[in-house]
């Protein structure tokens, strides 16, 4: 079911903590389907802006911890707890990201750090966030 206006407050609040994170970053509930929207617009002048770089779902930030996410998932959880973020990103050097781990050290842990705590990554690399959107790429594939 797809709804057709955005969440109230009081359905905000009657969210989880990991719905309210998902629905920040997706728009939509882990339990809504997403659909192909069809947009009427009828505009009486042409739009300010022309063209320019098109906008990306999730931010660089975001890509880069969830690819780290899923090499530390395979780990057991012993090595999860005292794994360092230059170790994963030496790691993710070896894997194909789509040049997603190419800037400088100092830039690319800046940015692991920041979307560390976008998606809620804990010290052991768990993140309920990051199962919820594991379970949703799939589905947006599809």
Known sequence: MVRKQRLGL???LLLSEEERDFYALTGRLPSERP???KIEVT???PPNKKGGRPH???HINERRVYCLWLIAKELP??????????KL???AHTMP???LFTSSQQTLET?????KRTLKIDKFWNSKVCVLLAEDIPKLQS
């Open 10 to 12: 009081m359905d905000y």
């Open 35 to 37: 659909e192909d929207v």
């Open 43 to 45: 505009r009486t002048k």
């Open 56 to 58: 990306k779902k999730y």
């Open 77 to 86: 959880e012993e090595t999860r707890a005292k794994i360092t973020n230059r």
């Open 89 to 91: 990103i030496e790691i």
């Open 97 to 99: 990201f789509r040049g």
């Open 111 to 115: 940015s692991i750090s920041r979307g």
